[in-house]
């Protein structure tokens, strides 16, 4: 058990598979924060992101191994072909209910999130996928003994520079503040000319372009079909728990944190527990710190 703990292959696996988390668990946390919908699609948009950007670059490519920039290529469609329908899942539908009562917006998202599992069910098939670009440098990257494969690092390092940008994105510029003005006054920023409808769509298009990006990048480290959804999206609120509501630094480090506990519970015990573990894990922040580690304490 110690040697599992102390290990440093251990640690550094689990911060890998955490830092997947954490990408996935920023837009999650950033309409529960900023909207107040609990996205139960979300997974479910993940799932989207990682097919389109499979589609694209075999549509591109005629080889299995495409090369990394026309990866980027493909991320980037599912960027923005991603976060276009969900600007107008935000715009003409979820903002029709969300003032009316927040069980029918659970309804609504988990009834779209099962519409996309399906249609992508019909359309590409139960068949698991993979993409497989040909990643620069060397496929794997030993520290500490460690063996970290070259994928699962991208992903990490894609997780925390999706972390810098969107904390300066709201920090700095207009429309960030304009999201964080309607995310602590709804009332008051209507008052001052903000229109909070448009602003609710963009936060749910950012989000939805952020999980697409993670999906497709999942999909160069694991394999994916159109039922993964699901699993992503309770992964999702677990970290947001973790980290604190509506926090993007609370997204990495309670992805992060989400990850190791995992990983290294994985291997004191047994792999078929991981899920098991980490809710163990929410149970306790529930108890023990409800509002996260960055969360802000209740009024």
């Known amino acids: 058990m110690w040697n599992s703990i102390t290990d440093p292959s251990v640690v550094i696996n689990g911060l890998l598979i955490g830092g997947v988390y954490a990408a996935m668990a920023i837009g999650f946390t950033m309409i529960w924060g900023v909207v107040g919908v609990i996205n139960l699609a979300q997974g479910d948009l993940l799932m989207l992101g990682a097919f389109t950007t499979w589609t694209t670059v075999g549509t591109i490519s005629a080889t299995n191994h495409p090369s990394f920039g026309l990866f980027v290529v493909g991320l980037l469609v599912s960027m923005v072909a991603v976060g276009v329908l969900g600007y107008f899942i935000q715009r003409l539908l979820v903002n029709q209910v969300m003032r009316t009562s927040k069980f029918l917006t659970l309804l609504l998202t988990f009834g779209l999130g099962i519409i996309i599992q399906q249609s992508a069910l019909l359309y590409w098939g139960a068949t698991p996928r993979s993409i497989n670009p040909s990643v620069p440098g060397p496929s794997n990257y030993q520290f500490l003994g460690a063996t970290i494969p070259a994928e699962r690092l991208l992903i990490f390092v894609v997780a925390v520079l999706l972390t810098g940008i969107f904390y300066v994105f709201l ?25 909070i409808d448009h602003i609710y769509s963009v936060t749910f298009a950012i989000s939805a372009a952020v999980v ?39 997204a990495l480090v309670g992805g992060l944190l989400l990850g190791l506990i995992e990983h290294l519970g994985s291997n004191i015990w047994s792999a078929s527990i991981a899920d098991a573990i ?6 306790v922040f529930l108890l023990v710190r409800p509002n996260g580690l960055f969360g802000e304490a209740d009024d």
């Open 278 to 283: 980490g809710f163990t894990a929410l149970v």
């Open 212 to 250: 697409a990006v993670t999906g497709g990048l999942i999909g160069m480290a694991f394999s994916f079909q159109p039922g993964m959804g699901n699993a992503y999206t309770l992964k999702s609120f677990v970290v947001v728990v973790m980290g604190g509501l509506g926090s993007i630094i609370g």
């Open 171 to 195: 920090k700095r510029t207009r429309t960030g503040r304009a999201i964080r003005a309607a995310s602590q006054n709804e009332q008051a920023a209507q008052l001052v000319g903000l229109d």
